[in-house]
């Protein structure tokens, strides 16, 4: 008997009531419930259609630079006790309140150096609009910046460039539009950091309610050597040559508005991590390798709010963490649209990913949605662990497989995982289209305690390395390709319902090779070209194998008592040679059956996936019968394996 005791990698100690909650809720209903569940997938906000009715959906074009509106000075009174510095298009306006013992100001056509000399915390406003000038600020103390409908283009430089080391507080001023615009070549002075158009060798803080639109043209739009929290606001980065937003020890993103358009990464966290835990942030990349969120470390989404990537650049990704990733709410929509390619450097492939963490994701809860179109594109791509808690996942890959040579290729695929994968609960549409691209893989265990699946994949729908393990949930495989639900090692089933098609000979509904198949619960219709046979020394449930050579549309399995075991249509026809593996609690022991085809299905309805419960069956011709007093039983025989 092959079980695996699972027990969820430790989630961070703020988790913990979550994942009590979660694993609560995920209880599976007694076998002989099943059919009364009250989770089926059929309602009307998951109803799956006809593969033949979906519209394969394509990632547009990308629309191409916003422009800029002209920028209106629309400053506001602000009562505070502050440096003022308001620009405009042939001079400057300074007022400072503070001594010459406090804060130090020199300005040269435009370009202004602010040094505060003491430990006070200073407030510095800034105004007007200039086309060639530059603010940079010196000083050992923390300090608050506010944006009060200013417009800087500073052609050799960084438009803002604080030198302090300590935390910078901006103020986007409410009702207030502000603009910073660098050049594409910068003059260095005293070989001072300037990475971006907004520079800062300490910590940044952006809050209030204006709005703030920057132009990186020479490298970063938004960089700190230290953190970027963003608390509220209306960031808007129509260009950045490099990230949009680049920090070195994390993003800390609470609120706003966040819309960035970049080459490299939308946010890129060099040295630590990122989170978002609430805010609007809408990403486009639209260079080679230019992801939308990359981290060094963890990366963290809980928010109320929405994450919209889309990526046009080759190998890129939606989410990069180089470490674990845990989504625990959100709604998250991540588009790719560019192939793969081989590295030299790597000597490997790199492709696209929606997800990409080289650790261990968790997904707690969300509505997420990833598209990739790109050769060799995946949904989901992770190094180490995924567990999915529950969520509302749709992932769609429509590329073709990359062959670099004869050694070396990858396919599009939904979701790869090389450590385990595991499924407690959710809702879960998966489509691929191409060559060799599977719908769900783990390189190790893969095991389903609940949750509702609809996955239609050119190649296996379900794939595991080692083990499958499936105890409760809803699923519907349909491969195209190959088989339903392969695995290369084992497989138990002690639980759910489970509609597996595979396509025609040697492909099966249900594959696990010459490994062991234990089904000690659940409702498994397995059809295809084959089958795997269950083991009968590790069975609880009796099963039963029919084969065929002729083309059949429904199934009808009856005892000699006239109970119903299995009222069903087959959602794809096979025009010959196709097996069906059939196991479920309403075959009884030392019971005699007899299977009917081909007849008729009225009343009742289709719980799931052309499983009919109250129907009435007619017309149907009788092709065997099998007794329940052995575990496994057979009927029937195709062209390729008979009996």
Not at 389 to 397: F, G, K, R, S, V
Not at 568 to 597: C, D, G, H, Q, W
């Amino acid at each position: 008997m092959f079980y695996i005791s699972y027990k969820p990698r430790k989630p961070k100690l703020y988790l913990f009531v979550i994942y009590a909650i979660i694993i609560t809720l995920l209880s599976c209903s007694d076998d002989k419930d099943l059919y009364e569940n009250e989770r089926i997938w059929n309602n009307e906000d998951i109803e799956i259609t006809d593969e033949e009715d979906e519209t394969i959906p394509q990632i547009p074009t990308d629309s191409g630079d916003p422009g800029d509106n002209p920028l209106i000075t629309n400053s506001q009174n602000l009562d505070i006790t502050a440096l003022r510095i308001c620009f405009s298009s042939d001079s400057i306006m300074i007022e400072n309140p503070y001594s010459e013992d406090v804060v130090v100001i020199n300005e040269s056509d435009g370009h202004v150096i602010i040094k505060n000399q003491t430990d006070e915390e200073l407030n510095y406003i800034l105004s007007g609009i200039t086309e060639n000038g530059s603010v940079k600020i010196y000083g050992e103390k923390k300090f608050n910046l506010y944006l009060n409908g200013v417009g800087i283009t500073n052609p050799n430089g960084a438009a803002i460039n604080n030198q302090c080391g300590k935390k910078a507080t901006v103020y986007l001023v409410d009702g207030t539009t502000n603009r910073l615009i660098d050049g594409e070549e910068y003059i260095s002075i005293n070989d001072e950091d300037m990475k971006g158009t907004f520079f800062s060798e300490g910590q940044l803080i952006f809050e209030g309610g204006g709005t703030l639109e920057i132009r990186g043209k020479n490298k970063h739009a938004i960089c700190s050597d230290d953190y970027i929290q963003i608390s509220s606001g209306n960031i808007w980065i129509k260009e950045a040559a490099s990230d949009a937003i680049h920090a070195n020890d994390y993003v800390l993103i609470e609120g706003g508005i966040i819309t960035t358009r970049s080459i490299g990464e939308g946010i890129e966290c060099e040295k630590g991590y990122v989170e978002i835990l609430g805010g609007t942030v809408e990403i486009i990349t639209i260079g080679k390798k230019g992801h939308g969120i990359k981290s060094k470390t963890t990366t963290l989404v809980n928010t109320t709010g929405t994450i919209n990537i889309t990526t046009y650049g080759d190998a890129s990704k939606g989410f990069n963490s180089e470490e674990d990733m845990e989504i625990i709410n959100g709604t998250i929509y991540i588009q790719t649209a560019g192939d793969a390619f081989w590295e030299e450097e790597e000597a490997d492939i790199s492709s696209c990913a929606g997800i990409k963490c080289d650790k261990n994701l968790n997904i707690y809860s969300g509505d997420i949605t990833i598209i990739s179109v790109g050769s060799g594109g995946k949904g989901i791509n992770i190094t180490g662990d995924l567990n999915i808690y529950n969520a509302n996942l749709i992932i769609y890959t429509t590329g073709d497989q990359y062959v670099y040579d004869r050694n070396n290729d990858t396919a599009a695929k939904a979701i790869r995982v090389k450590g385990d994968l595991i499924i407690y609960d959710g809702v879960i549409k998966i489509r691929t289209y191409k060559t060799e691209a599977e719908g769900l893989e783990s390189k190790s265990n893969f095991v389903i305690k609940g949750g509702n699946l609809d996955v239609r994949a050119y190649d296996d729908c379900i794939n595991a390395g080692t083990h499958i393990q499936i105890d409760g949930g809803y699923i519907y495989c349909l491969s195209s390709a190959n088989d339903g639900i392969d695995s290369n090692g084992t497989l138990s089933v002690t639980g759910g319902i489970i509609v597996s098609a595979g396509t025609t000979s040697p492909e099966a509904g249900i594959d696990c090779d010459n490994g062991d198949f234990e089904i000690t619960g659940g409702i498994i219709i397995g059809i295809g070209g084959d089958t795997s046979t269950p083991t009968s020394r590790l069975c609880t449930q009796p099963s039963v194998v029919f084969k065929t050579s002729s083309n059949i549309s429904t199934i009808y399995i009856e005892s000699d008592s006239g109970e119903q075991a299995l009222v069903f249509k087959l959602p794809v026809n096979y025009s010959r040679n196709m097996a069906v593996l059939f196991s479920s609690p309403e075959l009884k022991s030392n019971t005699n059956y007899t299977i009917y085809t081909n007849g008729d299905i009225s009343g009742g309805s289709n719980y799931f996936y052309g499983i009919y419960t109250g129907a009435t069956y007619s017309n149907g011709s009788s092709v065997g019968t099998f007794s329940t007093s052995s575990m496994v039983s057979s009927v029937g025989s195709n062209l390729n394996r008979p009996f």
